[in-house]
């Protein structure tokens, strides 16, 4: 018998998908995203300076901090007052690398724009979906860096964008919730790019290890929901495809 999910949709299909570009007016950038239950706030910051081992080179950096409010989940979580943990720490360098891949950070100028994520709520792919709303976000920072004459054009090469897929009770499915996750026999993370090419490919198996067709039909729900994720962005865009 399939895996009937807990929200009733097709294992192929995404959970109901809001993103509200520009939401925080002070940013640089900024996009609030809906995956469902779960929702990131994730804001661009654009800053004169580079770190230190970058100075004098012409080149500018991009970099993500990553939280979740205490009662975002379904326990109460310890602020990171001091150092964030080795999950935390995991997930921004995820988020971090993922966005500098789609630009040409030596057409930034010596300037650094850091993405915060914060789960306002988490219900399961609270990753994926920083990544995918953090796009936006540093999409809308290099429009301001545009208009304040910063650089000539957003220096970006592609679109990027991220999901879940995994296997519950021996059915492949896309974009997982939380209790999908916590009984998944795998579970993956995908980030892909406009043109197809991945970026991080984060694959695990929890009870037994997986088979190359289990692989391949996880890969290709992962792509489709990408496609479906990217159309979206474009959508609050206002962008036609914009790969170089």
């Known amino acids: 018998m399939a895996f009937v999910r807990p929200d009733g949709r097709g294992p192929t299909d995404l959970r109901p998908v809001k993103l509200q570009r520009g939401f925080s007016p002070y940013a640089e950038g900024s996009c609030l ?15 004169d300076r580079v770190p230190g081992w970058m100075r004098g080179q012409g080149g500018g950096w991009i970099t993500a901090e990553y939280g979740m409010l205490p009662r975002s989940g379904r326990d109460r979580n310890q602020r990171d007052f001091m150092r964030p943990n080795g999950r935390t720490m995991e997930i921004q360098r995820l988020i971090g690398r993922c966005l500098r891949s789609v630009v040409h950070l030596d057409r930034m100028g010596e300037w650094t724009i850091t993405i915060d994520c914060d789960a306002i709520q988490a219900d399961g792919g609270t990753r994926t979906a920083a990544i995918t709303a953090g796009y936006i976000a540093l999409y809308d920072a290099f429009l301001w860096m545009v208009e304040q004459r910063i ?16 296997c519950v009770q021996g059915t492949e499915i896309l974009d997982l919730c939380y209790e999908e996750d916590s009984q998944a026999e795998v579970d993956m993370n995908l980030v892909m790019t406009e043109s197809g090419r991945f970026v991080e490919i984060q694959g695990t198996a929890e009870t037994e290890p997986f088979s190359d067709e289990r692989f391949a039909k996880m890969l290709a729900l992962g792509k489709k929901g990408i496609r479906e994720l990217i159309e979206l962005q474009r959508k609050a865009l206002g962008l036609e495809a914009i790969a170089k």
Do not use: F, Q, R
């Not at 995203?33 to 800053?47: D, L, R, Y």
């Not at 650089?151 to 995994?166: D, H, L, Q, R």
């Open 33 to 47: 995203i809906h995956m469902g239950k779960t929702i990131m706030h994730v804001t661009a910051t654009v800053e």
């Open 151 to 166: 650089v000539p054009e957003p220096p970006v090469k592609e679109m990027i964008a991220a999901v879940s897929v995994g």
